[in-house]
């Protein structure tokens, strides 16, 4: 199965998530953001970084470069899509994830290694999470405090929306109710602030991302939805 990473101007993670794809067994090709073809992708990747160098909003500007055209139909017609750190932000403002990023309620840039809990283990990117399992991973962002109002976000915990939370003191952005990722109500559209890319290896300090990364890519192995 392949994979493909969407690279926009200002991606800094991009290879990082090629590289953990292709440890979890996928084929895997860089996307330019400027070219609305996903080439056979199964699965697509939105990377973190400062695509646009997050000018107005972080997302803002991505969210209307041509290959975004094509993540939508993958997505409709239930293709699997990650977002991660920036590619979170850049799925909530293309409206294919609810919510908002905003400002972390620090003000400042927040980065280390975060504890994340898996509030679901029954969907295409965390079949490999053990139950009650916390993984370890970093964070790298200004703008990841999770956003939205009580009522929708009662809902989106109703729908089982929430993916994963921080655990306790792991919480440095300020996200409402400890949110650290959330899944589209289709179950086929996720994002995270943490990034799994950068705890591949254990060299780099954790390989827990991989959880992620390997569901990721035996779900499209045993369903299929190619772009």
């Known amino acids: 199965m392949k994979v493909g990473v969407v690279v926009f101007p200002g991606s800094n993670c991009d290879r990082d998530a090629l590289h953990a794809a292709r440890l979890a067994g996928a084929e895997a090709e860089l996307l330019w953001h400027d070219d609305p073809d996903?080439?056979?992708a199964d699965a697509v990747i939105l990377p973190g970084g400062f695509a646009h160098g997050d000018y107005l909003?972080?997302?803002?500007?991505?969210?209307?470069s041509p290959i975004m055209g094509a993540v939508r139909e993958h997505a409709a017609r239930g293709g699997l899509v990650l977002g991660i750190c920036n590619g979170f932000q850049v799925l909530t403002e293309a409206g294919l994830l609810p919510g908002a990023l905003l400002r972390n309620a620090s003000l400042r840039f927040e980065h280390g290694w975060v504890d994340v809990l898996a509030e679901r283990t029954d969907t295409p990117?965390?079949?490999?999470?053990?139950a009650g399992g916390v993984l370890r991973m970093p964070i790298a962002h200004?703008?990841?405090c999770y956003f939205l109002p009580d009522d929708e976000l009662d809902a989106l915990e109703s729908?089982?929306?929430?993916?994963?939370?921080?655990?306790?003191?792991?919480?440095r952005n300020g996200s409402l109710r400890d949110v650290a990722g959330v899944i589209s109500e289709r179950g086929n559209v996720a994002g995270l602030m943490p990034h799994p890319e950068r705890a591949a290896e254990r060299l780099l300090g954790s390989d827990d991302g991989m959880l992620l990364m390997r569901s990721l890519v035996e779900s499209v192995a045993r369903t299929g939805v190619a772009a």
């Open 38 to 40: 996903l080439r056979g």
């Open 57 to 64: 909003r972080s997302g803002a500007i991505a969210r209307f």
């Open 125 to 130: 990117f965390t079949a490999h999470v053990p």
């Open 142 to 144: 200004g703008e990841g």
């Open 159 to 171: 729908r089982g929306q929430v993916l994963f939370r921080y655990a306790a003191s792991s919480n």
